[in-house]
């Protein structure tokens, strides 16, 4: 007994380091975040909004929601982005609202990936009746128009920053799921697995342990699309009366803005900030995963080698396959 | 044809979830789901106000099996109620109304930025490095990252409002005898261009990105170089054989995609006041008309499984390996 426990442990925890730890491969993908220019220029554009929610009370210190003063007044030295119809700092409106708005977009992202990656592994590792029923529901979820569901949740659901994460979660995941039961699918046909099969690991930890962390790259690139999608989606809602318009959100602030009319009188400043902040954001989070996938994807990195090659020996790109002569 | 068959089946199964959706949805409301439907005016509320409202969501103290019988009894006899908005039009006319015009802004935005998104991405690809490959695949993601009401927004102030040059909302001029005459579909046009330019401005750099990507490796493909070598046209080349075959994940892309347009063709049609499905949900939630919410949402539901399926059978036309498997 003792001498079989001698022998297994240190062969276990050999085993074990490289597997059982997220650690490298989450490093990996940071690496590779930071290793293209696009997905670097993208992280730091997403951080100064990320910050701005932060430190917002000594960013823009204040009550964003307080009437300061005239409404629709122009951009001036007292209000650097002028006021709302309503009579708000738009500038603080501005900065309170990454705050929420990025939550809510972090948030549900975050709910999403966790859904999608219990489902879309599960379904992909199993066959038969399990992947059946569960690539059903992945199906039926991406099927179902998502925004006339999330109009209907939240005309019966009670707003508040909560219900629209859970909401956005639920019309959102099945997306990433579909992606992730994919790889799965061909994860599993690979001989660590079968390896881990063989030797009598239970299922769950060979799903989470073995094979999640080889798809990290597609799980973060997942994880940002999803981020996408909330801030995007709980904007539109936000705009359209269907969130709680007691809180400070871009989404809020522009319904705010069109509740008084403001692009009729010509007030673009109450629009511009939170509109500008939403698109700057998901161009930011989209850069990061063309960077992401510029360098992880074999294909467009070898096309990138071959583009720079034929740049240097000065031929014009062409569809046959170059010959690139030899500089003696 | 099994695989037709299999996919029907698949989207009968969805329609069954979306109806149940529908039916569950007001009675998970905590309490009396009439009584916190009407909500804010219940003091003023009358013991009938209540029944009628029970009535048309189909509530009742009958066991929830009996109400649920009822409910698709109702559905199956397009019986969905009153508007509440718009009585006492059934919601049944409401909804076919705004059906037309949705389904006019809807087909003509996603055919252009089909066509446009997927010639840019053939052409770009094709002259990889060149003008149409660097400059517009960026461009296009910056303005696809803009919320597709904000975008709506900015085409309302600058056209609409600043230049004054385009109508700002509704989907015709009123004053205009309507019917098959000239004036009056210029002026369905003239109302289109705005929210459609939108829409083709969102759903373009999508399809571009799609196709290029996918063109990328067709276009190392053995069958095009030897098409190449033969001494083929260009233009042959690149459409007859390169594209032909690049299309086919883009037409599976294109059910998928439906959702997306459809999410912010809802937005484009609010900000627009254009009268679709899209602004009548909004509006119909804004004034808690429950009975045109709910079948506003099977409709739109019913139309996508629909659409879905027609690009299921497109596409067994068009890719022969999926009629065999």
Redesign the interface.
């Given at each position: 007994m003792n001498e079989n426990d001698k022998k297994e442990q240190p062969e276990k925890s050999a085993e074990s380091k490289p597997r059982f730890s997220l650690k490298a491969p989450l490093a990996g993908a940071l690496g590779t975040l930071l290793g293209s220019s696009k997905a670097r220029v993208g992280f730091v554009i997403v951080m100064i909004f990320v910050l701005a929610g932060v430190f917002a009370s000594s960013i823009a210190p204040g009550d964003p929601k307080k009437y300061v003063g005239k409404p629709n007044q122009p951009p001036s030295a007292q209000f650097i982005l002028g006021t709302n119809p309503q009579g708000k700092d738009v500038f603080r409106q501005f900065v309170w609202g990454s705050r929420l708005s990025l939550l809510i977009g972090f948030g549900s992202a975050a709910l999403m990936t966790i859904i999608a990656t219990v489902v879309g592994m599960m379904a992909g590792f199993y066959r038969g009746i399990v992947d059946d029923v569960l690539n059903?529901i992945m199906?039926?979820f991406?099927?179902?128009?998502?925004?006339?569901?999330l109009?209907?949740?939240?005309?019966?659901l009670k707003p508040g920053t909560t219900t629209i994460i859970f909401a956005l979660a639920i019309t959102g995941w099945a997306?990433n799921g579909r992606i992730i039961r994919a790889q799965t699918m061909s994860l599993r046909e690979k001989d660590f697995v079968a390896a881990a099969v063989v030797s009598g690991e239970p299922a769950l930890k060979i799903i989470f342990i073995h094979i999640l962390p080889n798809m990290v790259n597609i799980l973060v690139g997942g994880f940002i699309g999803a981020v996408?999608y909330g801030i995007?989606?709980s904007?539109?809602l936000a705009?359209?009366?269907?969130a709680s318009t007691a809180d400070v959100t871009w989404g809020t602030n522009?319904f705010w803005a069109?509740n008084g009319g403001a692009?009729?009188i010509?007030a673009?400043w109450a629009?511009m900030p939170s509109?500008m902040a939403?698109?700057?954001v998901?161009?930011g989070l989209?850069l990061i995963n063309?960077g992401m996938d510029e360098i992880t994807n074999p294909?467009l990195t070898a096309?990138r080698n071959v583009?720079s090659v034929l740049k240097k020996a000065r031929i014009p790109?062409m569809?046959?396959?170059p010959v690139v002569p030899h500089e003696h | 044809m099994r695989f037709i068959l299999r996919r029907l089946g698949f989207y009968l199964a969805a329609l069954a979830v979306a109806v149940t959706i529908n039916f569950f949805l007001p009675r998970l409301l905590p309490g009396d789901p009439a009584a916190v439907i009407l909500g804010t005016q219940a003091s003023k509320l009358t013991a009938e106000n209540l029944k009628a409202v029970r009535e048309a969501l189909g509530l009742s103290d009958a066991p929830l099996i009996q109400q649920y019988v009822t409910y698709l009894n109702h559905l199956f006899q397009g019986n969905f109620g009153l508007s509440y908005t718009y009585f006492p039009a059934p919601v049944t006319k409401v909804i076919a109304n705004g059906f037309i015009w949705t389904l006019l802004l809807g087909s003509v935005s996603l055919i252009l930025s089909f066509v446009l998104g997927n010639l840019i991405g053939i052409i770009g690809s094709w002259r990889r490095g060149g003008v149409i490959d660097s400059v517009l695949p960026p461009l296009l993601i910056f303005i696809g990252s803009f919320p597709a009401f904000f975008l709506a927004l900015g085409m309302l102030y600058t056209f609409g409002v600043k230049l004054d040059v385009l109508p700002i909302s509704h989907a015709y001029n009123n004053r205009l005898p309507q019917g098959f005459n000239l004036p009056f579909i210029l002026s369905i046009i003239e109302h289109m261009i705005l929210p459609a330019t939108t829409s083709v401005l969102l759903g373009i750099g999508g399809w571009a990105l799609g196709m290029r990507n996918v063109m990328v490796s067709v276009l190392a493909d053995d069958y095009v170089t030897m098409a190449e070598a033969k001494g083929l046209k260009q233009a042959r080349v690149m459409f007859r054989y390169a594209a032909r075959n690049a299309l086919l994940p883009g037409v599976t892309g294109f059910g998928i995609a439906l959702g997306a347009v459809l999410s912010g063709q809802i937005l484009i049609e609010t900000v627009f006041s254009y009268p679709g499905l899209g602004f009548l949900l909004i509006n119909s939630v804004n004034g808690r008309d429950y009975p045109l919410m709910q079948g506003l949402f099977m409709m739109i539901t019913v139309g996508i499984l629909a659409a879905n399926f027609f690009i299921d059978i497109l596409y067994t036309w068009l890719d022969p390996r999926v009629r065999a498997g």
């Open positions: 059903f199906n039926l991406l099927v179902i128009p998502g925004l006339p569901l109009v209907l949740l939240s005309a019966y997306f996408i995007m989606s904007t539109g705009f359209l009366g269907l522009l069109q692009l009729m010509g673009w629009f509109g939403v698109a700057i998901a161009f989209a063309y294909r096309e583009n790109r569809r046959a396959t | -």
